[in-house]
């Protein structure tokens, strides 16, 4: 089955601590992408990879990091979470086609204390 | 690229048909408009898209202005499995993606 994962679906850490949120996807997806989601803000994109060992910075990057060593996989790296880091994420992925739609995975609800 | 603006939230009678108004008044000539829906807090899920046709799919039907410079997605019979955020979105094609941009899009409550 064609899906996008991510894990963990929920994770609670304290301020500081080192964390990583993985993102696989089986479609051999050029394309891939990190969204938070906030309350009333909607979703917004943190980096975004065009494909392997290509990324750039989305519309709210700072405090994350990205790395795009194979194609499949998109990782997620807080290297000192914060509170207002707390929120609801998710990975997507698309071919690199103008019609090719996004693939989101199921998300990954942050809670930073 | 391209912003759009959609109503913060509409209802619908159950059975009745959804239509829902989206704004891209600065959209190009190589952007595309697509249509996605978030049920809850799951991630959302592709509905439709299109550069300048109307298009039909077995969930949609998007029609876009001649001017492309708004669209409306109509869900036919809205069932109560339709409440959720609609996000219209315009993805930009210049040889790849690049940013995609959602906004906050529009909650659709359809009503017993």
């Known amino acids: 089955e064609a899906q996008v994962t991510q894990n963990p679906r929920y994770l609670i850490t304290v301020t500081g601590k080192k964390l990583t949120v993985t993102c696989s996807q089986n479609?051999?997806?050029?394309?891939m992408s990190w969204y938070r989601q906030d309350p009333g803000l909607g979703l917004r994109q943190i980096y975004y990879?065009?494909?392997?060992?290509?990324?750039d910075k989305g519309d709210v990057p700072e405090g994350y990091k990205v790395s795009r060593k194979e194609k499949r996989n998109f990782p997620l790296i807080l290297e000192s979470p914060s509170p207002n880091q707390t929120s609801l994420y998710f990975c997507?992925?698309?071919?690199?086609?103008?019609?090719?739609?996004?693939?989101f995975g199921n998300g990954t609800r942050l809670t930073v204390t | 690229d391209a912003k759009t603006t959609q109503p913060p939230s509409m209802d619908c009678a159950e059975g009745r048909a959804a239509n829902l108004p989206c704004n891209h008044s600065?959209?190009?000539?190589?952007?595309?408009v697509y249509w996605y829906r978030q049920i809850h807090s799951q991630g959302p899920q592709y509905i439709i898209h299109?550069?300048?046709n109307n298009e039909t799919n077995e969930m949609a039907s998007l029609i876009i202005t001649e001017d492309r410079k708004s669209s409306t997605l109509i869900l036919p019979h809205a069932t109560l499995r339709d409440t959720a955020v609609y996000y219209c979105?315009?993805?930009?094609?210049?040889?790849?993606?690049?940013?995609?941009?959602f906004g906050t899009g529009t909650k659709l409550q359809v009503i017993p």
């Open positions: 997507a992925s698309s071919w690199q086609r103008p019609d090719s739609p996004l693939h």
């Open positions: 479609m051999n997806h050029e394309y």
């Open positions: 990879s065009m494909n392997v060992e290509v990324t």
């Open positions: 600065t959209i190009s000539g190589n952007e595309y």
């Open positions: 299109g550069l300048k």
């Open positions: 979105i315009v993805q930009k094609w210049s040889g790849g993606y690049q940013k995609v941009t």
